[in-house]
């Protein structure tokens, strides 16, 4: 059982804003955000912030949430990737996103063998418009503190930074500034 309390900087456990908020404020029936505290929910997760992130997507779901495969996330950062963008995963739990890129990751580095057909899967998508291109220099990427790799995708003239790790947000794309 989680309880719901505030931090007081306005906002719910887990960094949730009063935007993430308004899913539990219908849930709860409740008109502002300091009526969500001491409302309590059930779930199976072991820490606060992914109970609430799970019960997020539930609500956003309708209450009738089904996990996607390991498999189709990393399909949908291959998609996205391919149209020059960054996946959204807004509709999945971070826990399973997590899991999904923890399980091609050897340590520090991602897996070599996927990490090839991944690369393969994007230039695919694209009809070979676009490659993901490993960054033997990581200059101007945001340094990641943790299990990361750092590409440029390409496109043409177009060059965009990529960084991909096990994390619950585990794509950023950003467009490079010469």
């Given at each position: 059982?989680w309880?719901?309390?505030?931090?007081?900087?306005?906002?719910?456990?887990?960094?949730?804003?009063?935007?993430?908020?308004?899913?539990?404020m219908?849930?709860?029936?409740?008109?502002?955000?300091?009526?969500?505290?001491?409302?309590?929910?059930?779930?199976?997760?072991?820490?606060?912030?992914?109970?609430?992130?799970?019960?997020?997507?539930?609500?956003?779901?309708g209450?009738?949430y089904v996990?996607?495969?390991?498999?189709?996330?990393r399909?949908?950062?291959?998609?996205?990737?391919?149209?020059?963008?960054?996946p959204?995963?807004?509709?999945?739990?971070?826990?399973?996103?997590?899991?999904a890129?923890?399980a091609?990751?050897?340590?520090?580095?991602?897996?070599?063998?996927?990490?090839?057909s991944f690369?393969?899967?994007?230039?695919?998508?694209?009809?070979?418009?676009?490659?993901?291109?490993?960054?033997?220099?990581?200059?101007?990427?945001?340094?990641?503190?943790?299990p990361?790799?750092?590409?440029?995708?390409?496109?043409?003239?177009e060059v965009?930074?990529?960084?991909?790790?096990?994390?619950?947000?585990?794509?950023?794309v950003w467009?490079?500034?010469?």
């Amino acid at each position: 059982m989680w309880g719901l309390q505030a931090d007081g900087f306005g906002t719910i456990m887990g960094g949730c804003s009063y935007t993430k908020a308004q899913p539990l404020m219908q849930h709860f029936k409740v008109l502002s955000l300091p009526q969500l505290v001491g409302k309590s929910f059930e779930s199976e997760k072991e820490d606060a912030s992914s109970a609430l992130d799970l019960l997020l997507v539930q609500l956003r779901h309708g209450g009738k949430y089904v996990p996607p495969s390991y498999e189709s996330l990393r399909e949908r950062a291959a998609q996205a990737l391919a149209q020059m963008q960054a996946p959204s995963y807004e509709d999945v739990d971070g826990e399973t996103v997590f899991n999904a890129f923890y399980a091609v990751w050897d340590g520090w580095v991602p897996n070599a063998e996927w990490l090839k057909s991944f690369q393969q899967r994007i230039w695919d998508l694209s009809n070979g418009e676009v490659v993901l291109e490993e960054a033997t220099d990581t200059k101007g990427f945001v340094m990641i503190k943790g299990p990361a790799a750092y590409f440029f995708l390409k496109k043409g003239e177009e060059v965009c930074y990529v960084d991909i790790g096990p994390y619950s947000n585990p794509v950023s794309v950003w467009v490079r500034e010469e």
